[in-house]
């Protein structure tokens, strides 16, 4: 049995495309998430989870780095982007951060069972329109940024960080858990620990004494 993650912000779509997938694809089970936390947070409950279908514009999905993350932290996990921009470069931006499929909201729903059975099946999976606007460009994801070789532990790096990030830093800073952390800002532990990978990524530090160095490093300078 396949265990699906369908996750978009609109109940309405989500139910539609649960109804087309159970029609569409036998032994299949569904869940459904609302908000970014609430998929990690099935990730984490839920294993295993083969399928999580994302909405890129749904609540907590700060950008696409995030996603990355979330993608090395699951790598059981395929994922799938359900979005209703269906330009070329936003398609090939998705996979080229390692996802396993691009859906258009405006596809029929045979067409995105179609996709769903591919990705499950171990394939990538892009709409049949961006052969149609590629014909003759061929199909060339966007090369990945190479990583900076000189460290990244001065304000700049600290002012990538999106603010729940920050939030977290400074809880992080201050010698809480990721258990405790989650509690105070009220989201999954299993986010938690996405946003501590991100920072500790973003900060070029290898632990969270590190990053808090860091922080404190930037507090000083700016009372200074």
Not at 46 to 52: F, K, M, S
Not at 129 to 139: F, K, P, V, W
Not at 185 to 200: N, P, R, Y
């Amino acid at each position: 049995m396949y265990r699906i993650v369908i996750a978009d912000d609109h109940g309405l779509y989500r139910r539609g495309l649960r109804l087309a997938l159970s029609a569409g694809i036998p032994n299949i089970e569904i869940f459904e998430a609302a908000c970014f936390d609430a998929v990690v947070s099935l990730l984490a409950d839920q294993a295993p989870i083969h399928l999580a279908i994302l909405d890129l514009n749904m609540p907590g999905l700060f950008n696409q780095q995030v996603l990355a993350d979330v993608l090395s932290t699951y790598p059981d996990t395929r994922f799938a982007i359900v979005s209703g921009n269906d330009s070329r470069s936003e398609i090939l931006t998705a996979l080229s951060i390692g996802l396993h499929g691009y859906i258009v909201k405006s596809q029929k729903d045979e067409e995105v069972v179609l996709a769903v059975s591919e990705i499950l099946s171990g394939r990538i999976y892009v709409p049949a329109l961006l052969s149609r606007t590629s014909a003759g460009q061929g199909l060339h994801a966007p090369p990945p940024e190479r990583a900076s070789t000189q460290p990244r532990t001065g304000t700049g790096s600290l002012s990538k960080l999106t603010l729940r990030q920050r939030d977290v830093l400074k809880l992080m800073a201050e010698g809480y858990s990721n258990k405790e952390i989650a509690r105070h800002l009220d989201i999954a532990e299993a986010t938690t620990k996405i946003h501590a990978a991100a920072i500790m990524r973003e900060l070029g530090v290898r632990n969270r004494t590190e990053a808090a160095l860091v922080l404190q490093n930037w507090l000083s300078k700016n009372a200074s």
